[in-house]
Structures are given as structure tokens and as C-alpha cells.
């Protein structure tokens, strides 16, 4: 799996965690970085923070992802601290197959992890998200 996160303190629990319960785990901290990485390594999941200092966001990590073809097979998980709506239909719009508010426990994003990759999708809104008008 790849995990795309700026904040090394955040990206590290994530990886360790990640790792201690059986993932190989390569990560990036930009999207750019991170599109790369999947283009080279074909993860079996992307998982991206929505904001990425320097560079594009998570969501259109997940655009350029879904637009090639050598990687629109990978489904992507988003992760975000923002509890606006837009910020969630337009992750959604961009291919992203969950959507998931920080804090997002490590024990949550493993559960979604799986399904994922067992071809299933869990709800891809976060239900704080679900009874709020557009």
C-alpha cells in the first residue's frame, strides 16, 4: 500500500502501524511523489491527506490517479481535517473511493484498508457528512 502524507509525525504512526499489522508500507510526503511511487509499485490501496504542503492536493492526486489508465485500477482512500462538504464531494468527484475525517484512528483506516482491498467500499462519506444539506 502507499501511504501520501506531508506531516512526517502523522505519516510515521500511520507506517508503523501499518506495518505492525502485516502491511508493506511505501509512503510519500507530495503528491507528485506519491503518483510516481504508484506508478512504479502498482499498491494494492493508495492512502492520501488532502492537504499536501508544496505540490497538489490529495484529491487531485486522486484525479491524476483514476485519469491513467496504468493506475486508475488502485482504489484510494482520503483522509481530511476540513469538515466541509465541498471539500468532500470534490474528493469524491475525483475518483477518491472513501473519504474519512481526521482523526482517523488507525484502527478505522485498517477496517477500511481491508475492505478495500477485498473489493468492497464502505460508506464513502463519513457520516458526519451524510444528513448535512449541500
Not at 10 to 39: I, K, Q
Not at 82 to 108: F, H, N, Q, W
Request: net charge negative.
Amino acid at each position: 500500500m502507499l501511504l501520501v502524507e506531508d506531516d512526517r509525525d502523522t505519516r510515521d504512526m500511520y507506517r508503523l502501524w501499518l506495518e505492525h499489522v502485516g502491511f508493506s508500507v511505501l509512503s510519500s510526503e507530495n503528491a507528485d511523489e506519491g503518483f510516481d511511487c504508484a506508478l512504479e509499485h502498482q499498491p494494492g490501496v493508495v492512502v492520501t491527506d488532502f492537504v499536501l504542503r508544496n505540490g497538489p492536493t490529495g484529491a487531485e492526486l486522486c484525479r491524476r490517479l483514476k485519469g491513467d489508465p496504468r493506475t486508475g485500477h488502485i482504489p484510494t482512500l482520503l483522509m481530511t481535517g476540513s469538515a466541509e462538504r465541498r471539500t468532500v464531494d470534490g474528493a469524491l468527484d475525483a475518483g477518491c473511493a472513501i473519504v474519512r475525517l481526521k482523526p482517523y484512528l488507525p484502527d478505522a483506516m485498517l477496517a477500511d484498508i481491508d475492505a478495500l482491498m477485498r473489493g468492497e467500499t464502505p460508506a464513502a462519506l463519513p457520516t458526519e457528512h451524510q444528513d448535512r444539506p449541500l
